[in-house]
Every structure is written in structure tokens, then in C-alpha cells.
């Protein structure tokens, strides 16, 4: 009988070889606290392991329970000799570590030899990454710190607690499908894309608009438009980089498009008409923002925190609104009336839009191909929106290269699109 985790083609169910392993687990777990000359090294870890795959194999609970006990006692120990000793603290990643040397001793004696192995090798990390690790969380800044514990409870905390179940709301003979983890599930996405932006810009900010507007493009490419209103007022000789900027913008929220698209849609089907269409859209933007851009010009986009919370859950609520009125939309006008819905969507956000139709493709509510002219339509009203916000600058020039890039851009994705078609 298979036991998840057990490499089936090894004889890993033979407990001569459980014990050697445990106890070669349980070397590599204690060859850095050896080589930081720490109270237990590779012999006391080795031999926590073999303690533990040998308590295991006799099937004595007791016998378990006792040996865990006995390690916690001695790891404490350990702790107290170390403050008593005036060390550096009280030892306890030592004395937490021959825990879990016992504990991936009785993973391998269980047959959990993957998670014995997963176990060793990210403890082993945690270790050997403890100057990089220090220094990463003492570089936080409070609004740094703030956002990782919200992505940690919107991510780890609330996604688990949704039900993996579908709910249908529906207001007379109307009704639609939908299913809260994969709304929050995208959530999820936008913050954890926010983040990565984040470091990126505060890496990478000052090198260059490819960076900045790409990438910020990735979180929000409305944004970009505003840094490059004021980029453009301050100095108006910067207009042919934040029109490149407002480009990259667009590919980027293309990819974004592109990406809740395919990676949403394996179970029921990826849209591959959606394909062609966006990633014309990518790569007519970076080609036009590659020969317009003065490329020897930096811009530095400043960011206060990875992302907002507030941000995040307007996001979500906007997602379960497009989601409730287009599904209902479809249903009383047909799918002309969910194609209303993703363009007027789009203006505000294209991911909100694109989300919404590939939610309701997953729930049969939508076929392929209106869930694809949604997405395209979404993407095309986000960028009209934001060569539209433009014209807010008093850059007459700026604005109005925006506007003929902009056609320019969708002029030549339609053109591709066609082309591939026929």
C-alpha cells in the first residue's frame, strides 16, 4: 500500500533503511549548528533521528511520546546553560532544532519520507540564512511589516477558512454561480504581485523607466499614469520616456490579463483565444515604447507600502460586484449585456473585468469565446482610460502622443489578431 510522501521505487519501507536515513537526515540537519560551534552538532542531531525512527518503528505511542518529552527537556537545558554561560541568548533555535530532528525521524519511520526530506532541507535554510534573514527583517519599515502580516491573513488565514464550494445568488428567475476561494484566490494574487513590485522598484527604481513602468504597471497601471502626470509637470522634457512609461503600463497589465486567463482556466478549458490578442497588445507596446524612449534618461518611482489594504479589498468587492451583475446581465440580456459590463469594467479595472469573466467561464456561465471578447474588451476600455487621464496634463504634446500610441496600439493588435485568424 502507497503512503503519501514514499518514493515507491526505493525500498524506504524496510526499517534498516528508515533508521539510516534518519539518521543521514539528521546530520545534514546538524552540520550547521556544528560548524556555528554550537552545544549540539551533527552527533546529537544524528542521534535525536535515530531516536526518533526507532521509537516510531516499535509502534509504541508511549515510547514516542516519552522520547519528544525527553528531547524538549534536554533542548531546554541546553537553552538555560546558554544563558547561564552568558552566550548570545538562550539558545532556543538550537533547542527547537532537535525537535525537529526528532520529528523528521518519525516522519521517515512513518513513510513520510518526502516531508522528511522538505522538512530537513528548509530547516537546514532557516539556519544557514541567518545573517541574510536578520538583516532582511531589521531593514523592514513599519509599513513594510504592516503589509506582510495583511498579505499573511488574507493569504493563510481567511483564503483557508472560505468554503471550497460554489454559492448561487440570484434575484427572481436570475441566478449565477460563484465560488469565494477563486475570487479571493485573485485577491491574493494582486496583493502578492504588489509585493513583488514593491521590491523591485525599491531595487531596481532608479535604473531605468522599463523597471518602473513595467512593473508598476503590474499593480496598478492607472498608477503609472498619475507618477508620470507629475513626472511630465515638473519636467516637460521627460514626456518621451512617461509616454514609453504609460506603454510598458499597458503590456504590463496585459500580461496580468493574460496570466488570470490561462493560469484560471486549465480545469475548464484555457482560453487560448485570448492568446493572441493580448500578447499582441505586449509586444506592440514594447516595441513602440523601445523606439520612442530616450533610454538614457532614468525615473525613480516611489512607492509607500508593497500595497493597500483598502486597495485589495475594494479589489475583492469589485470582483464579487462584476461577477454578480455581469452573470445577472448575461442572463436578462444575453452576452451582449455581460460585453456592456467588461467594458464599463475595464475603465475602472481590467483585471476586475477579466476576473469576472473568467469566474463565470468556470461556472458555465459564460462560453469561451464571450469569456475571451470580454477579456479583449476589458483590456481595450483600460487602455482608452488611461490615454483619456492624459489629457488631464497641461503637456498638450504629452497627451496627445499618448492618444496616437495608444490607437496606434490597439490599431496594431487588431491587426495581428486578424492576420492569425484568416
Known sequence: MMVPGQFSALPLGDPVTQVALAGALGLFLGLE????????????FSLISLIGAAFTILDSEPLVVVGGVLVIVQGA??????????EEGLSLTTSVSMLVAYGVGALVATGFVLEAVTVTVLSSLLLVLKREL???????????????????IIAFVIYPLLPAREFVLGVGDLSVAVEPRVVWLLVVTVAAIGIANYAVVQTYGGRGIAVTGFFGGLASSTAVVGAMLDHVRQRPDARSYAVAAILL????????NLLIAVAFTFESGVLVGAVVPLGAVILCSVVIAALTADWSVEFEMDLDSPFSLRYVLGFGGLFLVVVVAGGLAAGQFGTLGFYVTAALTGLVSSAGATTSAVILYRGGGLSADAAVVAILLATAASIVVKAGLTFASPDRRFAGRVAVYSTALLVAAGAVTAAVSL
Open 249 to 256: 503600463a499597458d503590456a504590463a497589465m496585459a500580461v496580468r
Open 77 to 86: 537545558l541546553i537553552a538555560v546553560k546558554g544563558l547561564l554561560d552568558e
Open 134 to 152: 536578520h538583516t532582511f527583517a531589521w531593514g523592514l519599515t513599519r509599513a513594510e511589516l504592516r503589509s506582510a502580516a495583511e498579505f499573511a
Open 33 to 44: 549548528r556544528e560548524w556555528s560551534h554550537k552545544s549540539a552538532g551533527i552527533r546529537t
